[in-house]
T-cell receptor, first 112, second 114 residues
Framework: GESVGLHLPTLSVQEGDNSIINCAYS??????FIWYKQESGKGPQFIID?????DKRQGQRVTVLLNKTVKHLSLQIAATQPGDSAVYFC???????????FGTGTSLTVIP | DGGITQSPKYLFRKEGQNVTLSCEQN?????MYWYRQDPGQGLRLIYY???????QKGDIAEGYSVSREKKESFPLTVTSAQKNPTAFYLC?????????????FGSGTRLTVV
C-alpha cells in the first residue's frame, strides 16, 4: 500500500481479475476520504469517496473500505480492464480546514 | 462545460527566469490550490486560496508566488529562487465547507528547466 515518503508502489493484475489498492492514513481525526485516478500526463480524477461514519461504499465496479481502527483505506476494482491502468491516490481531509492530504500513490498496470 | 483549465501544457524555463503558470476555473469554486508532483512522490501543496485577494503558503512555498485577483484565476509564478523547478504542476479548485466535495483538478503543466 501507499504511504507518504516511500517509492511508488506498483501492482500488476491480469485483465478481468479484481484489484485491491491499499492506503494507510496517519491522522485519526480525518473524517472524509477520496480515491483519485491519475492517468499519465493528466490531472487526478475523482473515483469514489467515503465518510468516517461508513465502513464501505460501492460505486460502479469500485468499492472503498474504511477501517478506522487501523487507519486503513482500500480501493477494490472489480473485473479490472486495461483502461484502469493508472496511478491511484488516496486523499484524507483532516479536521484542520479545507485541505486534502495525498498519499504517494500506487501504480496499477493491467496486463491484457 | 464547467471545468478547470491549466496552460500551457508544457513549459520550458531557462536558468534564472521567472515563469507563470495559468489556472482558470468556471466552476464558481471559492477555493483554489497549487500542487507540485515529482516522480514517486505524492502531491505537495505549494499555495492555496480560500477567497479572492487572500492566499496561504503550503508545505513547499519557497521560490513560488501566487495572486488571486479574481475568483476564476489563480496563477502561479515559479521564480528564479526555486532551485529545482522541474516538475508536474497541478491546479485544483473546490467548494468551501472543508472541501467536502473534493477537488477538481486541471490537466497539469509540465515545467522543465533547460
Amino acid at each position: 500500500g501507499e504511504s507518504v515518503g516511500l517509492h511508488l508502489p506498483t501492482l500488476s493484475v491480469q485483465e478481468g481479475d479484481n484489484s485491491i489498492i491499499n492506503c494507510a492514513y496517519s491522522n485519526s481525526a480525518s473524517d472524509y476520504f477520496i480515491w483519485y485516478k491519475q492517468e499519465s500526463g493528466k490531472g487526478p480524477q475523482f473515483i469514489i469517496d467515503i465518510r468516517s461514519n461508513m465502513d464501505k461504499r460501492q460505486g460502479q465496479r469500485v468499492t472503498v473500505l474504511l477501517n478506522k481502527t487501523v487507519k486503513h483505506l482500500s480501493l477494490q476494482i472489480a473485473a479490472t480492464q486495461p483502461g484502469d491502468s493508472a496511478v491511484y491516490f488516496c486523499a484524507e481531509n483532516r479536521d484542520t480546514g479545507n485541505q486534502f492530504y495525498f498519499g504517494t500513490g500506487t501504480s496499477l498496470t493491467v496486463i491484457p | 462545460d464547467g471545468g478547470i483549465t491549466q496552460s500551457p501544457k508544457y513549459l520550458f524555463r531557462k536558468e534564472g527566469q521567472n515563469v507563470t503558470l495559468s489556472c482558470e476555473q468556471n466552476l464558481n469554486h471559492d477555493a483554489m490550490y497549487w500542487y507540485r508532483q515529482d516522480p514517486g512522490q505524492g502531491l505537495r501543496l505549494i499555495y492555496y486560496s480560500q477567497i479572492v485577494n487572500d492566499f496561504q503558503k503550503g508545505d513547499i512555498a519557497e521560490g513560488y508566488s501566487v495572486s488571486r485577483e479574481k475568483k476564476e484565476s489563480f496563477p502561479l509564478t515559479v521564480t528564479s529562487a526555486q532551485k529545482n523547478p522541474t516538475a508536474f504542476y497541478l491546479c485544483a479548485s473546490s467548494l468551501p465547507d472543508r472541501g467536502r466535495y473534493g477537488y477538481t483538478f486541471g490537466s497539469g503543466t509540465r515545467l522543465t528547466v533547460v
